[in-house]
Structures are given as structure tokens and as C-alpha cells.
């Protein structure tokens, strides 16, 4: 039986630490399935079309992992992907906490999904995506944080606004 792991986020834009936990726990399962959730809570900055392709770029030289769009609750694209597991990257405390909350609702959805949490790298602590963003709408400079794929379309972006 495959082991299929499911990273759910928003991955708005996706950052190095993504990249950090998505190297890390790529080896840990068969198939590593990238999954950019809709969520409805939230306003994207970037469109789900535009973060799977860069995710499908970033990962296009490994046949270990896919990239998906999906709606609805995490533990249904799960079993709609066959995957038994969730990671989930953990940068502080309150991270934890927050996830443990999420990864309990989980199970009692489907008892046979298990979270897997990692811990980033702590170069990576600091990079959220919601920090990224605000430095991107500020017209700061983010490519520090980003993964090239990512980096060079934001880049492009910034030049075709300039007068």
C-alpha cells in the first residue's frame, strides 16, 4: 500500500519554508501531494492558477510529487487522493497549538488520516506567507523568502507596474 501524504495550505505565495518542509517530508512517503486549499476566510493575493503553476514548477523534476487545487474539508481531498497522512509545518508555539486544534478535528473526521507535524528549519522561522505578502503590497523587496519560480514572476510583476 502507498503511502500518500497530503500539505494542505493556501501557499499564498509559496516560500522557502514551504520548499523547507516540502524537501524534508518528501522522503518520509511514496507520494507527496501539494494541495492549495480555497479557503473562504481568506482573499488570495495570488490566484490558485498561479500558485499551482509555480508549485508544478518548482517540483516539476520530481515524479513524487503532485500538485492540486481542492474545496472543502482537508480530510475529503484525502480520501478523494487516497492519502493516510497530513503534514503540516510547525514554526513556533502557537503554531503547534493552533495545528494540534485542526489535527484533532481531523481525526475525528476520519480517524484513519494522521497529521505529521515538522518542524521548519530555523532559517525559516521567520517566513510566513502572511509577512511575505505584506512586504510584497508594500513594495518591499521579498526574493529572499521566495523559491525562483515564485521570485521571478513577482519580479516581472513589479517591473510591469513601474512607470
Given amino acids: 500500500m502507498q503511502r500518500i501524504c497530503l500539505f494542505p495550505g493556501t ?4 516560500t522557502l519554508g514551504h520548499l523547507d518542509i516540502v524537501k524534508r517530508s518528501v522522503g518520509l512517503f511514496d507520494k507527496l501531494v501539494i494541495g492549495i486549499g480555497k479557503n473562504i476566510n481568506k482573499k488570495p493575493m495570488f490566484s490558485d492558477e498561479q500558485r499551482l503553476v509555480w508549485v508544478k514548477d518548482i517540483f516539476k523534476e520530481d515524479p ?8 472543502g474539508l482537508t480530510v475529503q ?4 487522493i487516497g492519502a493516510k497522512y497530513i503534514v503540516r509545518g510547525i514554526r513556533y ?3 503547534f497549538e493552533y495545528e494540534k486544534v485542526i489535527a484533532d478535528m481531523n ?8 497529521t505529521v507535524f515538522l518542524t521548519c528549519s530555523p532559517q525559516f522561522t521567520s517566513v510566513a506567507s502572511t509577512l ?4 510584497l503590497m508594500n513594495g518591499g523587496d521579498a526574493s529572499q523568502f521566495l523559491p525562483e519560480p515564485v521570485k521571478s514572476h513577482i519580479l516581472n510583476m513589479q517591473k510591469d507596474r513601474q512607470p
Avoid: G, M, T, W
Avoid at 501557499?11 to 509559496?14: A, L, M, R, V
Avoid at 513524487?64 to 474545496?71: A, F, K, N, S, T
Fill in 64 to 71: 513524487r510529487i503532485d500538485v492540486i487545487i481542492y474545496e
Fill in 11 to 14: 501557499f499564498d505565495p509559496f
Fill in 93 to 95: 508555539v502557537n503554531d
Fill in 132 to 135: 511575505v505578502r505584506d512586504v
Fill in 107 to 114: 481525526r475525528s473526521l476520519d480517524a484513519e488520516v494522521e
Fill in 77 to 80: 481531498c484525502c480520501k478523494k
